[in-house]
C-alpha cells in the first residue's frame, strides 16, 4: 500500500466542483441518504488454518496490520462484484486441494448478498503501452533568463489515480497550485488539455469518476481544518483507504478500511489502541456505500478510440524513465498572478536537494530511499485579507521521518499562525 496517511471518509462532489476557482465556489450538492454495508471476507488465522475455522476449505486469510496485504479493486461490469487483493495464510501442505490458498492472491467478492454464480468478463492483453509525459512537455517551472514562470496545468503525471467514466481524461495527483496543498487534476487522453478536480489546503488523494461523468467519489480530511482524523461509521478507528470505485451501473461505491496500531496509537501517541471486534483479531475490512435513491444508469457503447497519446512516449519493456528538466542553479524572480513577486535563489548541493529562498531555507537530504531528513529555516509574514505568519525556532525546525512508517521525529518547532489561529506541529512518535 503506497498510503500512510490513512483516508477517513468520502465525499460525493457534482461535476460542477471540477471547475472550482477560489472566488467562484458552486453549492454544494443536495444531501442523498447512503446504506454502509460490510462485505464478506474468510476467516483470520495466525498459524494453521485448520477445518474448524474454515470447514469448506477454501482458505484463511492473515490479520493484514497496517492493511498489508490487502486492497480493494473495482467493480466487474455487471455491478455485483468486486475485485480484491488479499493474502490467504496457514494453507497446508500439497496435495491438500486447500494447499493454492496461500499468499498475496486476487479474489472475487459478491456484493449483493447472494453466494451463487458465476462471473464473467472478456480478458484483454497489454499493448500500445504509453508513457504518461514527454520531454516536448512544457514542464511546471520555467525560466526566461532571470524569470521564473509557474504554470500547475502542464500535462506532468504525478500519481495516477484512474480514468474518467467515459474513458476520456486520466486523473492524477499533480504538481501543488498552492504550497503543498495536494490536489487532484484531469488531463484529456487524446489533446494532453489539464483541469484542476479540486481546490482545498485539506489532503486529498483517492478519487473515482462516476460512469457518466457526472460525480467523482473523493476521500480526503476536508472540513477537519487540519487533516484531523474523523470517525467511521459505527465504532472508532477504522480509517479509510485508497481508493475508493463506483460500480458501472452508479449506485455502488466501494472502498476499505484499517484499524489504527500501534505505534499510531497507545505508547507515546495520545490516540488510544481499540480491540479489533473481528475473528481473530482482524485489522482490515471491506466496505460498500450504497446510493440507495439512484436508478442504475445505462450508458452508451464506448466507441474505439486510437491506442495513441499525442503527449505521451511510446514505453518499451525495460526503458529507464527519462530525467525531466529544472530550473538551473541561480538567482530569479517569480512573480504572482495577482501581483507581487517573490526572489528565488537556487543552490543545487551534491544531492541536488537544497532549495533556498529570501526569509525562509530548506534542506533535504535522503540517507536511504525512504527516509528524509530535513533542516526548515522560516520567518514568514503576511498581511491583507489573510494575516499569517510562519516561524521556526532561531535555530531550524529539524525532522527525520521515514515514509513507510510515518512516525514523526522533530526538534524544534515550527509554527504556522492564520488569522489568530496557531497550528504547531504534532507530537513526537505520533
Known sequence: MRFNLVYLFFALSASGLSKVIKHDIPAPP????????????????????????????????????????????????????????????????????????????????????????????????????????SLKNDPPFAVNRDQLTFNPLTNFVGELRGFSGRGGEVSYIGHSVESSNIDVFAVERSTGKVRRLTAHPEYVDPVDISPDDEWTAAMDTRGSDRQMQRGAINDPEWDGRADPKWSPDGTK????????????????????????????????????????????????????????????????????????????????????????????????????????????????????????NAVWFSDLVQTGNVNATKKTSSNGFRLSIDVLTNIFDATGNLTTTINGVVYKQPANRT
Open 253 to 372: 461505491i466501494v472502498y476499505w478500511q484499517d484499524l489504527t496500531a500501534s505505534p499510531a496509537c497507545g505508547g507515546n501517541n495520545p490516540l488510544p489502541c481499540y480491540p479489533s471486534p473481528y475473528q481473530g483479531g482482524r485489522y482490515v475490512r471491506f466496505m460498500v456505500a450504497n446510493l440507495t435513491s439512484r436508478e442504475p444508469v445505462e450508458l452508451p457503447r464506448v466507441e474505439p478510440v486510437s491506442d495513441g497519446v499525442p503527449w505521451g512516449t511510446p514505453y518499451m519493456p525495460g526503458q529507464q524513465a527519462p530525467g525531466f528538466p529544472r530550473p538551473s542553479e541561480g538567482k530569479y524572480t517569480l512573480r504572482d498572478t495577482k501581483g507581487g513577486y517573490a526572489n528565488v535563489t537556487i543552490i543545487d548541493n551534491e544531492d541536488l536537494a537544497t532549495i533556498c529562498s529570501i526569509r525562509e531555507s530548506f534542506t533535504r537530504t535522503n540517507p536511504s530511499v525512504t527516509i528524509e
Open 30 to 133: 443536495t444531501p442523498e441518504p447512503i446504506g454502509v454495508t460490510e462485505l464478506p471476507l474468510p476467516p483470520v488465522t495466525n498459524e494453521s488454518c485448520t477445518p474448524e475455522l474454515n470447514p469448506k476449505g477454501t482458505g484463511c486469510i492473515g490479520l493484514g496490520k497496517y492493511g498489508a496485504g490487502f486492497q480493494i479493486g473495482g467493480f466487474l461490469p455487471d455491478s455485483r462484484h468486486i475485485v480484491a487483493h488479499v493474502t490467504y495464510a496457514g494453507a497446508p501442505s500439497a496435495p491438500d486441494p486447500a494447499s493454492i490458498y496461500e499468499g498475496q492472491q486476487i479474489v472475487l467478492i459478491k456484493t449483493d448478498g447472494t453466494t451463487k454464480g458465476e462471473p464473467l468478463a472478456p480478458r484483454y492483453d497489454l499493448v500500445n503501452v504509453t508513457r504518461l509525459s
